[in-house]
């Protein structure tokens, strides 16, 4: 009997250890100083980087409810993480322009794509993945942080947040991969961006240039030259198409002052109330197994001993009384986290109507960012084939070009 009692309780000790766990592998991200330049970097050696908004899955009411968290806060998370993101590789002053983008954009050097696995104000886990204009991927992994009640002390928006050793390890990863990239290769993929940019607004005169590589890369066949005319206008559309986009990041940086006061005390508050959470859950389980084990100690103790019945009864009394008042602190845990989801409120809303100006007229964009994205582009290439007079290619308007193989 000894030996299945310690068993059982052996048992119970992993049930207590594994209730914290998170459900998913990552990289545990500890303190982690930023790598920021000692000096300027030349101009060619310079990536622009575009981050799209974040995504997250659907979550259930309950799910939601267990990770602390409702659907609101993560959809205005996809906007506030990217943004936050933003600053921190523009702090480096290793990069060129950095931008969030409403989706995958062709016309930028790195492309870095995120998904929220969790946050809840006391951990925060992200999927990141980095991939250049080639194709080549930098990073892709899972990270995650663990903020405790001083990681809310002196934080400044733009800055330093709770979980800013998140951030910093994410830069300092971008960094490390690029560092070991030859000056060539950089150059390289600046170049690629161009020429997948110019192929998307003129297929015609550019799908010879590049060429699908191994592992779905993409490979430069030739290249334009240095004057080429088709070149600089189409070089002079994607400008116009970074008129829009940084216009929505005044947008984006507006939402994340403006997110930023009521998001900190939110999460903070929300680690408090976790913390409290956690006591009590740690309670009411411990309660519950140890009256499963007395229970299972009484009846295999009257099993094994007649003559230990009555003493066996009265631990199965005992043990059913204390699984009663371990559910009993269940309950009160529910009325915690009941009160955590009133702090989710303030978190959504629509994009506004942006009016732009291009060649003297006005053009008003509505709908979500990624649909005003969709509807500057398809004014830049309206006026592109004005200007050439090329028709556009139905292909590309269906998204079915595609790549020349290797010869």
Same mark, same amino acid.
Not at 209 to 219: F, H, P, Q, R, S
């Given at each position: 009997m000894k030996s299945n009692f310690a068993y059982l309780a052996g048992f119970a000790l992993i049930l207590i250890i594994l209730s914290g766990c998170a459900t998913y592998q990552a990289q545990k991200v500890g303190a982690t100083p930023i790598l920021q330049a000692r000096e300027e970097i030349a101009e060619d050696q310079l990536l622009d980087?575009?981050?799209?908004?974040?995504?997250?899955?659907?979550?259930?009411?309950?799910?939601?409810?267990?990770?602390?968290? !409702?659907?609101?806060?993560?959809?205005?998370?996809?906007? *506030?993480?990217?943004?936050?993101?933003?600053?921190? %590789?523009?702090?480096? !002053?290793? /990069?060129?322009? &950095?931008?969030v983008v409403p989706g995958s954009d062709n016309s930028v050097d790195l492309l870095v794509k995120g998904e929220i696995l969790e946050s809840n104000g006391e951990y925060l886990g992200l999927k990141i993945e980095v991939t250049d204009a080639t194709g080549r991927i930098w990073v892709a992994k899972n990270y995650r942080a663990e903020a405790t009640e001083t990681s809310y002390t002196d934080n400044r928006a733009g800055q330093k947040d709770a979980f800013q050793d998140l951030y910093n390890t994410i830069a300092n990863d971008m960094l490390q991969f690029k560092q070991k990239l030859h000056?060539?290769?950089?150059?390289?993929?600046?170049?690629?961006?161009?020429?997948?940019?110019?192929?998307?607004?003129?297929?015609?005169?550019? !799908?010879?240039?590049?060429?699908? =590589?191994?592992?779905?890369?993409?490979?430069?066949?030739?290249l334009p030259a240095y004057d080429d005319p088709m070149m600089q206008r189409l070089l002079k559309?994607?400008?116009?198409?970074?008129?829009? &986009?940084?216009?929505?990041?005044? #947008?984006?940086?507006? *939402?994340? #002052?403006?997110? /930023?006061?009521?998001?900190?005390? /939110?999460?903070?508050?929300?680690?408090?109330?976790?913390? +409290? %959470?956690?006591?009590?859950?740690?309670? +009411? %389980?411990?309660?519950?197994?140890?009256?499963?084990?007395?229970?299972?100690a009484g009846v295999m103790g009257s099993v094994s001993n007649s003559n230990f019945g009555a003493i066996g009864a009265g631990m199965i009394i005992l043990g =059913?009384? &204390?699984?009663?008042?371990? *559910?009993?602190? !269940?309950?009160?845990?529910?009325?915690?986290? +009941?009160?955590? =989801?009133?702090?989710?409120e303030s978190f959504a809303g629509e994009m506004k109507p942006v009016v732009m100006e291009l060649e003297g007229k006005q053009y008003e964009l509505t709908g979500s960012a990624e649909e005003q994205f969709k509807q500057w582009r398809a004014l830049l290439r309206k006026i592109y084939f004005a200007e050439t007079g090329f028709e556009p290619d139905p292909a590309l308007q269906n998204g079915e070009a595609e790549y020349d193989e290797e010869p």
């Open positions: 980087v575009g981050i799209t908004v974040f995504k997250s899955e659907e979550l259930s009411p309950e799910k939601a409810e267990q990770e602390g968290t !409702s659907n609101e806060i993560r959809k205005a998370e996809g906007n *506030f993480i990217p943004d936050h993101l933003k600053n921190t %590789l523009q702090r480096t !002053s290793h /990069w060129g322009a &950095v931008r000056p060539k290769n950089i150059r390289k993929i600046r170049t690629t961006a161009k020429l997948k940019f110019a192929r998307e607004f003129a297929p015609d005169a550019f !799908s010879g240039y590049l060429a699908k =590589g191994e592992n779905d890369t993409v490979e430069i066949k030739r559309i994607r400008e116009r198409e970074y008129m829009y &986009v940084d216009t929505l990041n005044e #947008r984006y940086d507006e *939402f994340y #002052r403006q997110m /930023w006061p009521s998001y900190e005390n /939110w999460r903070q508050l929300n680690l408090t109330e976790r913390m +409290a %959470l956690q006591k009590i859950k740690r309670e +009411a %389980l411990t309660k519950q197994l140890l009256g499963a084990l007395m229970m299972v =059913g009384q &204390v699984i009663i008042s371990g *559910f009993n602190v !269940s309950k009160e845990a529910q009325l915690n986290e +009941a009160a955590i =989801g009133e702090l989710s």
